[in-house]
């Protein structure tokens, strides 16, 4: 399948998740992340979860790396640039929903791409190989290309790989594992 098509199915398919499987399948993701080898990093960038989407729920990760002491990173998005400006989440961050409904910080304290040591990236549908399909603006590609050569990068599906390659672009950066509620995919 092409991504659009892609797109597509796997919104169709989140879209019939009970909100309860949503909740059981994001706990279980968290308690998989677990298990990853990420523990001695200390900066982790997070997507906040945008519920019309029905996206995994980050909020038990966040708690996960809150009682880890880690430095968590949260981005606010420039739909001109299509780049992210990314913020340390405090007990003073203010978030608001943007007009996509994506909980943003207002400001704080700007962190360089440079900086993250782990991404959670967001996704519709990943393959075998750790390609992913997003929603197609180029958001994490972009944001992901700035990192540092060695940042970890963690995909969150409530679904299995797909089978079939995703068809990819020079600009597509592949995920170094993708966590679902039932498996730790390493690529």
Same mark, same amino acid.
């Given at each position: 399948? #092409? ?9 169709? &398919?989140?879209?019939?998740?009970s909100?309860?499987?949503? *909740? ?8 998989k992340?677990?298990? !990853?080898d ?5 900066y982790?960038?997070?997507? !906040?979860?945008?519920? *019309?989407q ?6 038990f990760?966040l708690h &996960?790396?809150?009682?880890k #002491? ?17 913020? !340390?989440? $405090?007990?003073n ?8 409904g994506?909980?943003e910080?207002? #400001?704080?304290?700007e ?41 970890? $990068?963690i995909g969150?599906?409530f ?9 990819v672009f020079?600009?597509?950066v592949p995920? #170094? ?11």
């Amino acid at each position: 399948m #092409d991504k659009p098509a892609l797109r597509l199915h796997y919104k169709n &398919l989140r879209q019939a998740l009970s909100p309860q499987a949503i *909740e059981d399948k994001s706990l279980a993701i968290a308690n998989k992340v677990l298990s !990853l080898d990420i523990w001695d990093k200390t900066y982790f960038h997070l997507f !906040l979860t945008m519920e *019309e989407q029905r996206e995994v729920h980050t909020d038990f990760i966040l708690h &996960l790396l809150a009682g880890k #002491d880690k430095e968590v990173i949260v981005s606010r998005s420039d739909f001109e640039t299509h780049r992210m400006i990314h913020f !340390l989440l $405090t007990d003073n961050t203010k978030l608001v929903k943007n007009k996509f409904g994506i909980p943003e910080p207002v #400001d704080g304290i700007e962190v360089p791409s440079d900086k993250i040591d782990v991404v959670f990236v967001p996704l519709l549908a990943f393959d075998e190989k750790g390609q992913r399909v997003g929603y197609g603006k180029g958001f994490y590609d972009r944001f992901l290309s700035e990192c540092k050569k060695d940042v970890i $990068t963690i995909g969150l599906s409530f679904f299995e790989a797909e089978n079939e390659t995703i068809d990819v672009f020079d600009t597509d950066v592949p995920l #170094d594992y993708c966590v679902t509620p039932e498996k730790v995919y390493s690529f």
